[in-house]
């Protein structure tokens, strides 16, 4: 973790990018079947960055980023998440 240098091990996959932005997969779920794949996106925002934007526009490119990178349209056939929280 880049806050408390805490490192967790096979937690998922994480990529970080320069600007100090990452994107997390995750697999949820108790069972060998019907696992969540848990998308986190974190996207930097420097000191003078609106911080007021609305989220899912902050993160919009990054998403795009992640879709491309992990392949899970084409792994899954799902275009857009069933659930956004």
Request: glycine share 10%; hydrophobic share 40%.
């Given at each position: 973790?880049?806050i408390?240098?805490?490192?967790?091990k096979?937690?998922?996959?994480?990529?970080?990018?320069?600007?100090?932005?990452?994107?997390?997969?995750r697999?949820?779920?108790?069972?060998?079947a019907?696992a969540?794949?848990?998308?986190?996106l974190e996207?930097?925002?420097?000191?003078?960055?609106?911080?007021?934007?609305?989220?899912?526009?902050?993160?919009?490119?990054?998403?795009?980023v992640?879709?491309?990178?992990?392949?899970?349209t084409?792994?899954?056939?799902?275009?857009?998440?069933?659930?956004?929280?």
């Amino acid at each position: 973790d880049p806050i408390d240098g805490s490192i967790a091990k096979n937690q998922g996959v994480r990529w970080m990018f320069e600007d100090g932005s990452r994107v997390i997969f995750r697999l949820s779920g108790t069972g060998v079947a019907g696992a969540t794949v848990r998308v986190y996106l974190e996207k930097y925002a420097g000191p003078t960055e609106n911080i007021f934007s609305h989220a899912f526009t902050v993160v919009e490119p990054l998403a795009a980023v992640a879709k491309e990178l992990s392949g899970l349209t084409e792994r899954l056939g799902r275009e857009a998440p069933t659930v956004i929280t």
